[in-house]
């Protein structure tokens, strides 16, 4: 019965999903601007976060939850509209792993300006790492799928990020983004952890890099000798 229940939601949200695609898709607007559209929504539910006090909390981090929501879906549907209508190029890829980023940061900053605002040292360190770290679960895949194809080992990447962030936002009247800021740092670390060491099991056996140009001007004599000396004092036609 869950399963059914699952599955009928499932394609319930796919068929939504798919006529937001197909209504963006006939006013041929670009996916890249849908991208962007996504960060400026992000960057609201961010300034909501940083608003909040010990008085709105509950409302604000509710209000930021919802939005977090509008903007996935702009985070969902730019790529389905780039397929569909015949826009997918390298650039948009690049343009939204980009993009995925900035809207990482301004979500964690505006945790940290909340957290800043309440004189709470010890979650703003806390906001801060979470920052750096789920930066740093995008960086080791990039930098390791440029060295050996693929790096999808590790289990935070960002669309779990982005819904622990949409419910400790929810449900914050019961103290849960503070759980959740933990379960990210861990988590974010882990992954981090086990993408270099795969990094390290699928490199360990290949040749080294050989360093051409360095290796041959370290080589090079500090001082020039007679016969170059000589050749540079030449006078020139």
């Avoid at 006939?26 to 940083?50: C, K, Y």
């Avoid at 919802?66 to 730019?78: N, P, Q, R, T, Y």
């Avoid at 569909?84 to 650039?91: A, E, M, S």
Wanted: proline letters at 4%; one cysteine or more; glycine letters at 8%.
């Amino acid at each position: 019965m869950s399963r059914t229940w699952t599955s009928a939601f499932g394609r319930g949200c796919g068929v939504i999903l798919q006529a937001i695609v197909n209504g963006l898709a006939l006013t041929r607007i670009s996916p890249n601007v849908l991208t962007f559209v996504g960060l400026i929504i992000n960057t609201v539910a961010a300034v909501l976060f940083g608003y909040a006090n010990e008085h709105n909390y509950v409302r604000m981090f509710a209000y930021a939850g919802l939005v977090i929501i509008g903007a996935g879906i702009f985070d969902m549907v730019d790529g389905r509209v780039a397929r569909q209508t015949d826009q997918v190029t390298i650039f948009g890829a690049f343009f939204d792993s980009v993009i995925d980023r900035y809207s990482d940061v301004v979500l964690f900053f505006g945790l940290l300006v909340y957290y800043a605002r309440g004189n709470r040292f010890f979650y703003v360190v806390l906001a801060a790492f979470v920052m750096v770290t789920s930066l740093m679960v995008s960086y080791t895949r990039a930098r390791a799928e440029a060295l050996i194809g693929k790096c999808k080992v590790g289990f935070m990447e960002r669309p779990e990020r982005v819904v622990l962030i949409i419910l400790g936002a929810l449900f914050n009247r019961w103290g849960v983004m503070a759980p959740v800021l933990w379960v990210l740092a861990v988590l974010s670390t882990v992954t981090v952890i086990h993408r270099i060491s795969f990094t390290y099991q699928m490199t360990k056996h290949l040749a080294p890099v050989k360093e051409t140009l360095p290796r041959v001007l370290r080589n090079l004599p500090q001082e020039p000798g007679p016969d170059l000396q000589s050749a540079t004092d030449a006078p020139r036609a």
